[in-house]
């Protein structure tokens, strides 16, 4: 009996898998199988609809505010406004993120907070820096660094070779020798994507001179493949798909992407079973490399009272994870797990676990 009560779980299981054209795929959740086999079987069929679920979410791309909009905001109303959009997304079981910004008063004030990280957010010029970014790493202010190519798009003279300059070498060696992750990010999206609210950069392009894919052949020579115990993560999937992304992953085994405006799902929209199944296996197969990722304000001045930004821009986010019916190990790497492997030593203690 005890076991053609496992054979119909695994036949479960094999078709969630073996049908994503056909219907949509779902993983059920591991207690599942515990109810079908314990107790004699008192409990089969109980609770056989409940999914794969993570119960920890960590957002690995977020913004305190839009340049701490209107002035820069100081560690009484950091606390508050990440009290209280950790509040909004706890009720998702989402109680860690990563900042990225630039500012040292939010450094100081998240070195004490274990739910936050913060990632120094540099611009181009700021290769100098080497001596402050090792003495903010090593009193605990930033867990990384962010680099983003919007900078070149700003001037008159857009070159981006700077990224390469041996100035910035040193950097990205400090960051080998301190397991130090960098996030980059790298391409623009050609046209307009008003669905996830984005703006292309076509007139960008058509003065920049050099194309997307030449920029990004730059960086992964110059950079990834010269720098290989560097954890480059490329922000919002890179603006490319899953087959572009796969065989990237191949070559740059440092590689990672985070899913922020990639992965994204509006609060009642549905995803087919066709569209599914390439993000369902991409994820599978690479879900070592995946981080989930958001790109949210916690902070806006039009929204500073209410969760207007969690529905319209975070919540899209963690709908479309959650309708691709992962495994769970998978579930629980892309949520969290790759995140915390991409921190190593830089990872924190909650509370609970010390």
């Known amino acids: 009996m005890?076991?053609?009560?496992?054979?119909?779980?695994?036949?479960?299981?094999?078709?969630?898998?073996?049908?994503?054209?056909?219907?949509?795929?779902?993983?059920?959740?591991?207690?599942?199988?515990?109810?079908?086999?314990?107790?004699?079987?008192?409990?089969?069929?109980?609770?056989?609809?409940?999914?794969?679920?993570?119960?920890?979410?960590?957002?690995?791309?977020?913004?305190?505010?839009?340049s701490h909009y209107p002035n820069l905001l100081k560690g009484g109303q950091i606390q508050e406004v990440i009290d209280r959009w950790l509040g909004y997304t706890g009720v998702y079981h989402s109680g860690r993120l990563i900042l990225l910004d630039p500012y040292l008063e939010t450094m100081e004030w998240a070195k004490n907070d274990p739910r936050v990280y913060v990632f120094w957010w540099l611009v181009w010029e700021q290769a100098n820096q080497l001596p402050e970014i090792k003495r903010r790493v090593e009193a605990g202010l930033i867990q990384g660094l962010k680099l983003h190519t919007g900078d070149f798009r700003r001037k008159e003279n857009p070159d981006y070779h700077v990224m390469g300059s041996e100035a910035w070498h040193k950097v990205y060696r400090y960051c080998e020798e301190a397991d130090l992750p960098v996030l980059i990010h790298v391409n623009e999206h050609w046209g307009d994507q008003a669905y996830t609210y984005g703006r292309g950069a076509k007139k960008f392009w058509a003065r920049a001179g050099y194309t997307n894919q030449e920029l990004l052949d730059y960086c992964l020579s110059e950079l990834v493949a010269k720098h290989p115990k560097v954890k480059w993560i490329l922000a919002h999937m890179n603006?490319?798909?899953?087959?572009?992304?796969?065989?990237?992953?191949?070559?740059?085994?440092?590689?990672?992407?985070?899913?922020?405006?990639?992965?994204?799902?509006?609060?009642?929209?549905?995803?087919?079973?066709?569209?599914?199944?390439?993000?369902?296996?991409?994820?599978?197969?690479?879900?070592?490399?995946?981080?989930?990722?958001?790109?949210?304000?916690?902070?806006?001045?039009?929204?500073?009272?209410?969760?207007?930004?969690?529905?319209?821009?975070?919540?899209?986010?963690?709908?479309?994870?959650?309708?691709?019916?992962?495994?769970?190990?998978?579930?629980?790497?892309?949520?969290?797990?790759?995140?915390?492997?991409?921190?190593?030593?830089?990872?924190?203690?909650?509370?609970?676990?010390?």
């Open 2 to 66: 005890k076991k053609s009560f496992l054979l119909s779980f695994v036949l479960m299981l094999s078709l969630a898998a073996a049908l994503p054209g056909q219907e949509t795929p779902v993983a059920p959740y591991p207690d599942n199988l515990e109810r079908l086999q314990g107790d004699n079987g008192f409990s089969r069929g109980f609770g056989d609809t409940n999914h794969s679920f993570s119960f920890d979410w960590f957002d690995s791309h977020a913004h305190l505010a839009w």
């Open 239 to 354: 603006f490319q798909g899953t087959e572009t992304l796969s065989a990237l992953f191949e070559r740059y085994p440092n590689l990672y992407v985070d899913t922020s405006i990639g992965m994204f799902l509006r609060e009642y929209d549905h995803l087919t079973a066709a569209e599914i199944e390439p993000y369902r296996k991409f994820c599978i197969r690479w879900a070592d490399r995946i981080m989930f990722g958001t790109d949210v304000f916690a902070y806006h001045p039009l929204e500073s009272s209410y969760p207007g930004s969690l529905h319209n821009w975070w919540l899209p986010h963690y709908i479309f994870i959650s309708r691709l019916g992962l495994p769970q190990e998978t579930l629980d790497k892309v949520t969290h797990g790759t995140c915390e492997a991409v921190l190593g030593k830089y990872l924190k203690k909650m509370p609970a676990e010390e």
